[in-house]
């Protein structure tokens, strides 16, 4: 069942009037800002004319922080494109409406701190790329939708969303309770979406990318590695490639996901810190947990690995290899590529020998198609499930090369494609364009999310080849997702924790109980960079301006640049007290 899609926000001192104003409909979803009761009117009657109203497009959520709750509304949106006929939305912009018209019940503290939890909510949507539709169910892939019942199909649209994909399932909780506002409860995804048009030979088609990350073990990048208790693992995406021809339907599904082990990386100032294997938790159970959800979910399993065979992802490779052999299940084939290995000296074209080990379970999987008629065509029986140590940049080559050559399959069955005709007959074409960079774009989307910058390697994605331009461009975004990665994302992973409800803030936060963000560092660490910093310029100044004595210049200068070496390898002796830790989930579990 349909979410409203046109409503008014009416805002007075003691209420907010949310009245759906779709074809036929009435009802007014109210607020009450001073009891915080929610209930539903049968029509707009009982909204004062001198109430200040405008129009918003649907409902996050709500968020209770220390000055109580905020009503979370979206106030602008773009249109992507269309799903079988029915429009995806981008949300462009929101608004943040607190209950309480002020401040004056926290003190001084408080205030502070609330004003933090209201950035961390702010980043958490601005930072990020949120994907809905009133009446499409975005959460579900085509086969998925294919496969449900009627009765499934009749659902309110909240209820039947796919929970891994819904990242304001938690905002939307007090709306659950009452079953009667469920056209009210948008649910709303995370990832990327294109919807682009395709002509070859003269036929128009449409060609679709969806990437549905997970809002089960989200986060940023150091701070989410590995697998949860619940066999969730960090930065999982569900990618599905469809194409619309003529009413008819296609989609190839691929899935990426950390290691699936325990394991850590933690920011410590160090450019690549060492990955840390748990001693103590069974790899085996975890991992059985994660495959029995995914077998279920998408079939057999191509583990396709391709982190390096040598250092320190070694011994993760070599744990993964050793925990598949010991599970011995058969729906599970595992394949390790070593990229940069393989692809050294900007040898690209040797991912073909990556390809070759999947043609065959590419060509036993198939994909999913369904005839204009709605009538089921093919089915796709298993998945290739890709990872690198981020699952980003190697990954996202992979999986667009795997892409390709079901897309090549599908406009052949589609007879857009000529009897023997290739894609790469047509590299000249708009489509082609279109194809590199719907994949460089969603390349950049997930990487933006999870590392915090655009995604490495995209030149290769964008252009077919490696270029010096793009390892100058890779360069940069290294430099600048170590500094994110060491001095921001400790806000970052808190901002999301906070979003999706992993951590929940008690309005008692600094009066009866210490609120997390009040967290000192040791004074003595803090001093290290400042000293750092000073004896880095005395060794400057001893350079530049020359002594009466040489002798006294060369101790000036050997003993400020002790100092300095001295300083900076303690920072990095120390480097878990310099880097931004999270200060949220880590103090207190989700509550239900």
């Not at 001192?13 to 074809?23: F, H, N, S």
């Not at 128009?204 to 701070?223: K, P, Q, T």
């Not at 994302?489 to 309005?507: A, H, K």
Request: with cysteine; proline share 3%; glycine share 6%.
């Amino acid at each position: 069942m349909a979410v409203y899609e046109t409503l008014i926000l009416h805002t007075t001192d003691d209420k907010y009037y949310i009245e759906a104003r779709d074809p036929g409909a009435r009802e007014v979803l109210v607020i009450d800002r001073l009891s915080q009761e929610i209930y539903l009117e049968r029509d707009a009657s009982q909204v004062p004319s001198s109430a200040f109203s405008r129009p918003i497009c649907g409902i996050v959520g709500i968020i209770r922080l220390l000055a109580g709750p905020y009503l979370v509304v979206i106030t602008k949106k773009n249109k992507v494109g269309e799903i079988d006929g029915e429009t995806i939305w981008k949300l462009a912009s929101y608004d943040i409406l607190p209950y309480k018209r002020g401040l004056l019940h926290l003190n001084e503290e408080q205030q502070q701190d609330n004003k933090i939890y209201e950035s961390m909510i702010n980043y958490a949507i601005e930072c990020n790329d949120y994907y809905f539709s009133t009446n499409y169910d975005l959460t579900h892939s085509l086969q998925r939708l294919y496969n449900t019942s009627p009765e499934f199909r009749q659902m309110p649209l909240f209820e039947r969303a796919d929970e891994r994909f819904v990242w304001n399932r938690h905002m939307l909780r007090e709306l659950v309770q009452q079953p009667e506002l469920h056209r009210f409860m948008l649910p709303i995804m995370c990832g990327f979406v294109a919807i682009k048009m395709g002509i070859i030979n003269s036929k128009r088609f449409d060609y679709i990318l969806i990437s549905r990350r997970s809002c089960f073990r989200a986060g940023c990048r150091y701070y989410m590695r590995g697998l949860d208790s619940e066999g969730h693992v960090a930065n999982f995406v569900e990618t599905e490639q469809i194409v619309q021809y003529n009413g008819a339907r296609a989609s190839f599904i691929q899935t990426r996901g950390s290691i699936p082990l325990y394991w850590s990386q933690r920011p410590n100032l160090k450019y690549k810190p060492t990955p840390q294997l748990s001693k103590t938790q069974s790899h085996q159970d975890g991992f059985n947990r994660h495959f029995d959800s995914q077998i279920v979910n998408y079939g057999n399993q191509v583990v396709i690995n391709l982190i390096d065979h040598k250092g320190a992802e070694n011994k993760l490779e070599q744990s993964l290899a050793k925990t598949i052999f010991d599970v011995g299940n058969s729906l599970i084939r595992y394949i390790s590529f070593d990229f940069h290995h393989e692809c050294r000296k900007m040898r690209w074209d040797r991912l073909s020998l990556l390809v070759e080990k999947c043609v065959s379970d590419q060509d036993k999987f198939g994909y999913f198609m369904m005839a204009a008629d709605n009538v089921l065509v093919k089915h796709q029986t298993g998945v290739f499930r890709s990872n690198c140590m981020d699952c980003l940049d190697r990954t996202n080559v992979v999986q667009g090369l795997l892409a390709r050559r079901a897309l090549q399959d599908q406009l052949q069955y589609f007879g857009i494609l000529r009897s023997g005709e290739m894609l790469d007959d047509h590299l000249s074409t708009a489509f082609e364009y279109t194809y590199k960079n719907t994949w460089a774009d969603n390349a950049d989307a997930c990487s933006l999310q999870y590392a915090g910058t655009g995604a490495l390697k995209t030149d290769f994605t964008r252009t077919g080849k490696r270029t010096r331009l793009g390892l100058l461009k890779d360069g940069v975004n290294s430099a600048i997702r170590y500094y994110k990665n060491n001095f921001v994302d400790g806000f970052r992973q808190d901002s999301v924790d906070l979003f999706l409800g992993n951590y929940i803030v008690e309005e008692t936060e600094g009066i009866t109980i210490s609120c997390p963000l009040r967290r000192t560092r040791d004074v003595r660490f803090m001093l290290l960079p400042a000293i750092c910093i000073v004896a880095f310029s005395m060794c400057i100044i001893s350079i530049l301006i020359p002594s009466a004595e040489l002798y006294l210049q060369v101790l000036y200068i050997l003993f400020w640049l002790t100092a300095t070496v001295l300083t900076f390898g303690l920072m990095f002796v120390y480097g878990l007290e310099f880097v931004d830790q999270p200060k949220l989930a880590q103090a207190k579990l989700k509550e239900e």
